[in-house]
């Protein structure tokens, strides 16, 4: 069963698709996720909204999606294994796509200890592989984990994350492969900025033929300072920062290493184009009112209309 997404139909159709991110609010200003939305409005073809995001409390995921449709942008619905059950996973899935929901990313989860939290009970009562094998058997096949049927099957287009750095490295395109069997529709990656090791990634996906039965998004994150760089080099598990790019920045100038962050991300994708992929995924968090001018540099822009 299609989900009749937009971003399923850019996919299908062949175009070079373009994903944006938005974090929801500590609060409850609805405000906030309209004022972010403005800046991806008519620039990306749908756009992720997190769910409690580095494990710290905030305006849940489908509640902000909604708000999003409302302003007529497609969401992104992203749900973490850690907090909820199966019952109340398949609940949420329900109500979300009852709501027009169309797109899911099904991600673990990073782990509580690092949040606000950190001696909340973790659930992961199922883990982000079984996740989309539990989506795909409501949409296709019209079954509750448990067997029972659904009265109206949820029109989810299925996507889960992947990252092309952790290692063993020889490894990851195995982890790949296991999403693909479990029956996802699309992968958005880590953040990339190795893109040596990104192509040694994306060779042996499709080596493996993995590339024909799933649409992979780069992941594009801008970065705009030297001290997020070297965060990212020595803090981030599974994050590969190269020394050469922090070098790069180092040498923008006073003032302007934002700016050769973003000329940086408008080259990876530049590549991406070049490298025959299904598009890239900006996540450009607390930074949205950058993205209509990411996009035009991209040269992304006007993006597809698809019926």
């Known amino acids: 069963m299609k989900s009749g997404s937009n971003l399923e139909k850019v996919l299908k159709a062949g175009h070079f698709a373009f994903t944006g991110q938005l974090g929801p609010p500590r609060g409850t200003s609805a405000q906030e996720v309209r004022d972010k939305a403005a800046h991806l409005k008519g620039n990306v073809d749908a756009v992720n909204i997190m769910d409690n995001q580095t494990s710290v409390v905030r305006m849940s995921s489908w509640a902000a999606c909604l708000i999003l449709i409302q302003e007529g942008l497609e969401p992104n619905f992203q749900m973490v294994c850690r907090d909820r059950n199966r019952l109340a996973m398949q609940g949420d899935i329900l109500g979300a796509s009852a709501h027009g929901i169309k797109n899911m990313l099904c991600l673990s989860g990073d782990h509580q200890q690092f949040g606000d939290h950190p001696t909340a009970k973790g659930v992961f009562d199922i883990d982000s592989m079984q996740l989309i094998s539990m989506v795909k058997g409501m949409r296709d096949e019209g079954k509750f984990m448990s067997g029972g049927d659904i009265e109206g099957p949820p029109r989810i287009f299925i996507g889960a994350a992947a990252n092309p750095f952790a290692e063993p490295f020889r490894w990851r395109v195995h982890r790949l492969a296991k999403k693909v069997n479990a029956g996802v529709d699309f992968i958005q990656t880590q953040c990339i900025y190795n893109m040596e090791k990104f192509r040694q990634w994306v060779k042996q996906a499709n080596d ?79 930074w949205e009112h950058r993205v209509p001018e990411i996009a035009e540099l991209a040269k992304v822009l006007p993006r597809p209309q698809v019926d």
């Open 208 to 286: 493996m033929g993995l590339t024909e039965k799933v649409h992979v998004l780069a992941g594009v994150t801008p970065v705009k300072s030297v001290g997020m760089a070297r965060y990212m080099k020595s803090k981030i598990p599974g994050m590969d920062m190269p020394d050469d790019i922090i070098k790069r920045l180092q040498g923008a100038g006073k003032g302007k290493v934002a700016d050769e962050g973003i000329k940086m991300a408008c080259e990876q994708i530049e590549e991406f184009k070049e490298m025959e992929g299904a598009g890239v995924h900006l996540m450009a968090v607390e």
